[in-house]
């Protein structure tokens, strides 16, 4: 079995809007069973909220929950900054058909980011977790936390593989990795029955000639923004230079390599 790349947004609706694979999906990561009257993608509330036009990847909500899961495919720096809006959006969108505050269903974001993460530009920090998990509950002056909600924002980042992460979410992880990494030789666990589900959708044989033209449409779109990252990175790499920072540091916080590191140093000493 060969695998389509998942971090192909073509190739990862596909899967993940497939009802065996959302509904096991969403029991492995977030511990809930749930009976979506429908999935969408590109789902758009109408009329928006604020100034920012949201589309989430794929939508699905049942009586009592609200499901939102987003592949994030090139990694950008305000990616958290990001998700969290979506998630709160999805939250309070609700309002607009409630009489009171109350928030009728609970809403679970789940992104999946398939680029390792950079350093943070507000903590200077590189986060290496394969699964983050925030909540909106608060915590008393002693640290104890007060599960006054239950809504759910998780990341998924399986460039980072932890020693200690339980096998509903191993199982997972592994599959979005191994169809990056390793497609023609998958080291997945098909004895989970929404692995071996979404594993048959993206195996080879089952992608049309129609999908494959429009996943190597998105493939193009996504060299371009890499492209525009990459002098983002640069940019960045100079501010860090200027703020002495040593090579190693810088090619963290970028994912540039020495070569190009010790490129900008050049540049930067001769217009100095």
């Not at 993608?41 to 939102?68: C, H, S």
């Not at 679970?108 to 909540?135: C, F, Q, W």
């Not at 997945?188 to 044989?205: A, D, L, P, Q, T």
Request: aromatic share 10%; proline share 4%; with cysteine.
């Amino acid at each position: 079995m060969i695998l389509a790349r998942l971090d192909n947004e073509v190739f990862f609706k596909k899967a993940f809007t497939d009802e065996i694979v959302f509904k096991a999906f969403v029991k492995d990561i977030v511990g809930i069973e749930v009976e979506p009257a429908k999935i969408e993608t590109e789902k758009a509330f109408q009329p928006k909220l604020g100034n920012i036009a949201f589309k989430y990847d794929i939508f699905a909500e049942d009586v009592k929950r609200r499901i939102v899961i987003e592949i994030q495919k090139v990694e950008y720096d305000h990616n958290f900054d990001r998700f969290l809006h979506y998630h709160l959006q999805a939250i309070t969108e609700q309002q607009r058909s409630s009489e009171d505050y109350s928030v009728e269903k609970t809403v679970y974001t789940i992104v999946v980011m398939t680029a390792p993460y950079k350093l943070h530009t507000k903590t200077n920090e590189i986060y290496k977790d394969e699964v983050l998990i925030s909540t909106l509950n608060p915590k008393n002056l002693k640290g104890i936390e007060r599960k006054l909600f239950n809504h759910e924002l998780i990341y998924l980042n399986p460039n980072y593989k932890g020693q200690d992460t339980p096998p509903n979410y191993r199982d997972w992880l592994d599959l979005i990795y191994e169809s990056i990494h390793n497609p023609e030789n998958p080291q997945i666990n098909i004895k989970n029955e929404g692995i071996k589900r979404c594993s048959e959708i993206v195996s080879y044989e089952n992608i049309t000639p129609e999908e494959w033209e429009k996943a190597k449409i998105e493939a193009s779109k996504r060299k371009v923004i890499m492209l525009e990252r990459e002098e983002e990175r640069e940019e960045i790499a100079r501010n860090f230079i200027a703020l002495g920072l040593d090579n190693d540091t810088i090619a963290k916080g970028t994912n540039l390599t020495m070569e190009q590191i010790e490129r900008l140093r050049h540049e930067n000493n001769a217009n100095e």
